[in-house]
């Protein structure tokens, strides 16, 4: 989903940028030379994105603890673990409707679900962001932290042993 996040980028105008300090991308793959051109791209027309390599456990927790959203512009993902990472560090999310996301966001209203699979429907996401406040989601992260505790899942796996 990196390309849908890049095209979404370039879709944003001025005024969506001036409410953005910073899109810090993570990560690496096949699509590494591509992301590399999509961020000097939005980097020339004076966007504030950065580019960073694969990070360690401890580098992404610390991350998600400063930043005021987790995009995830996946296709396939049915829960991503970066999206539990990002539930510890209270950290809202900005996601595509793949897997059980949609029943998730919907449910513990965690962060902003974006309509489709489309480059298009992720910037109308992006922009619905930048108007709510992050820290609105802080009741449903915990409602969620809690239903899905390590704790919680084991409880619930005792009950469907019959134990």
């Not at 051109?37 to 998600?64: D, P, T």
């Not at 049915?78 to 996301?101: H, R, Y």
Request: hydrophobic share 40%.
């Amino acid at each position: 989903g990196i390309d849908i996040l890049l095209k979404s980028l370039k879709m944003l105008g001025d005024k969506d940028w001036k409410k953005i300090l910073e899109v810090l991308i993570c990560g690496g793959g096949p699509l590494e030379e591509q992301v590399k051109a999509g961020c000097y791209a939005l980097k020339s027309s004076g966007r504030q994105v950065s580019l960073h390599g694969y990070l360690n456990k401890a580098e992404a927790a610390r991350l998600l603890l400063r930043s005021d959203y987790l995009l995830l512009p996946s296709r396939i993902e049915s829960i991503p673990v970066v999206f539990s990472d990002a539930m510890q560090a209270g950290c809202p999310v900005i996601t595509t409707p793949v897997g059980d996301l949609p029943r998730i966001l919907t449910e513990y209203q965690v962060g902003i679900l974006s309509a489709e699979i489309s480059p298009r429907a992720f910037a109308a996401a992006l922009r619905s962001a930048l108007r709510k406040p992050p820290n609105s989601y802080r009741k449903g992260i915990g409602s969620a932290l809690a239903d899905f505790s390590v704790e919680q899942s084991a409880r619930q796996l005792l009950g469907f042993l019959g134990a």
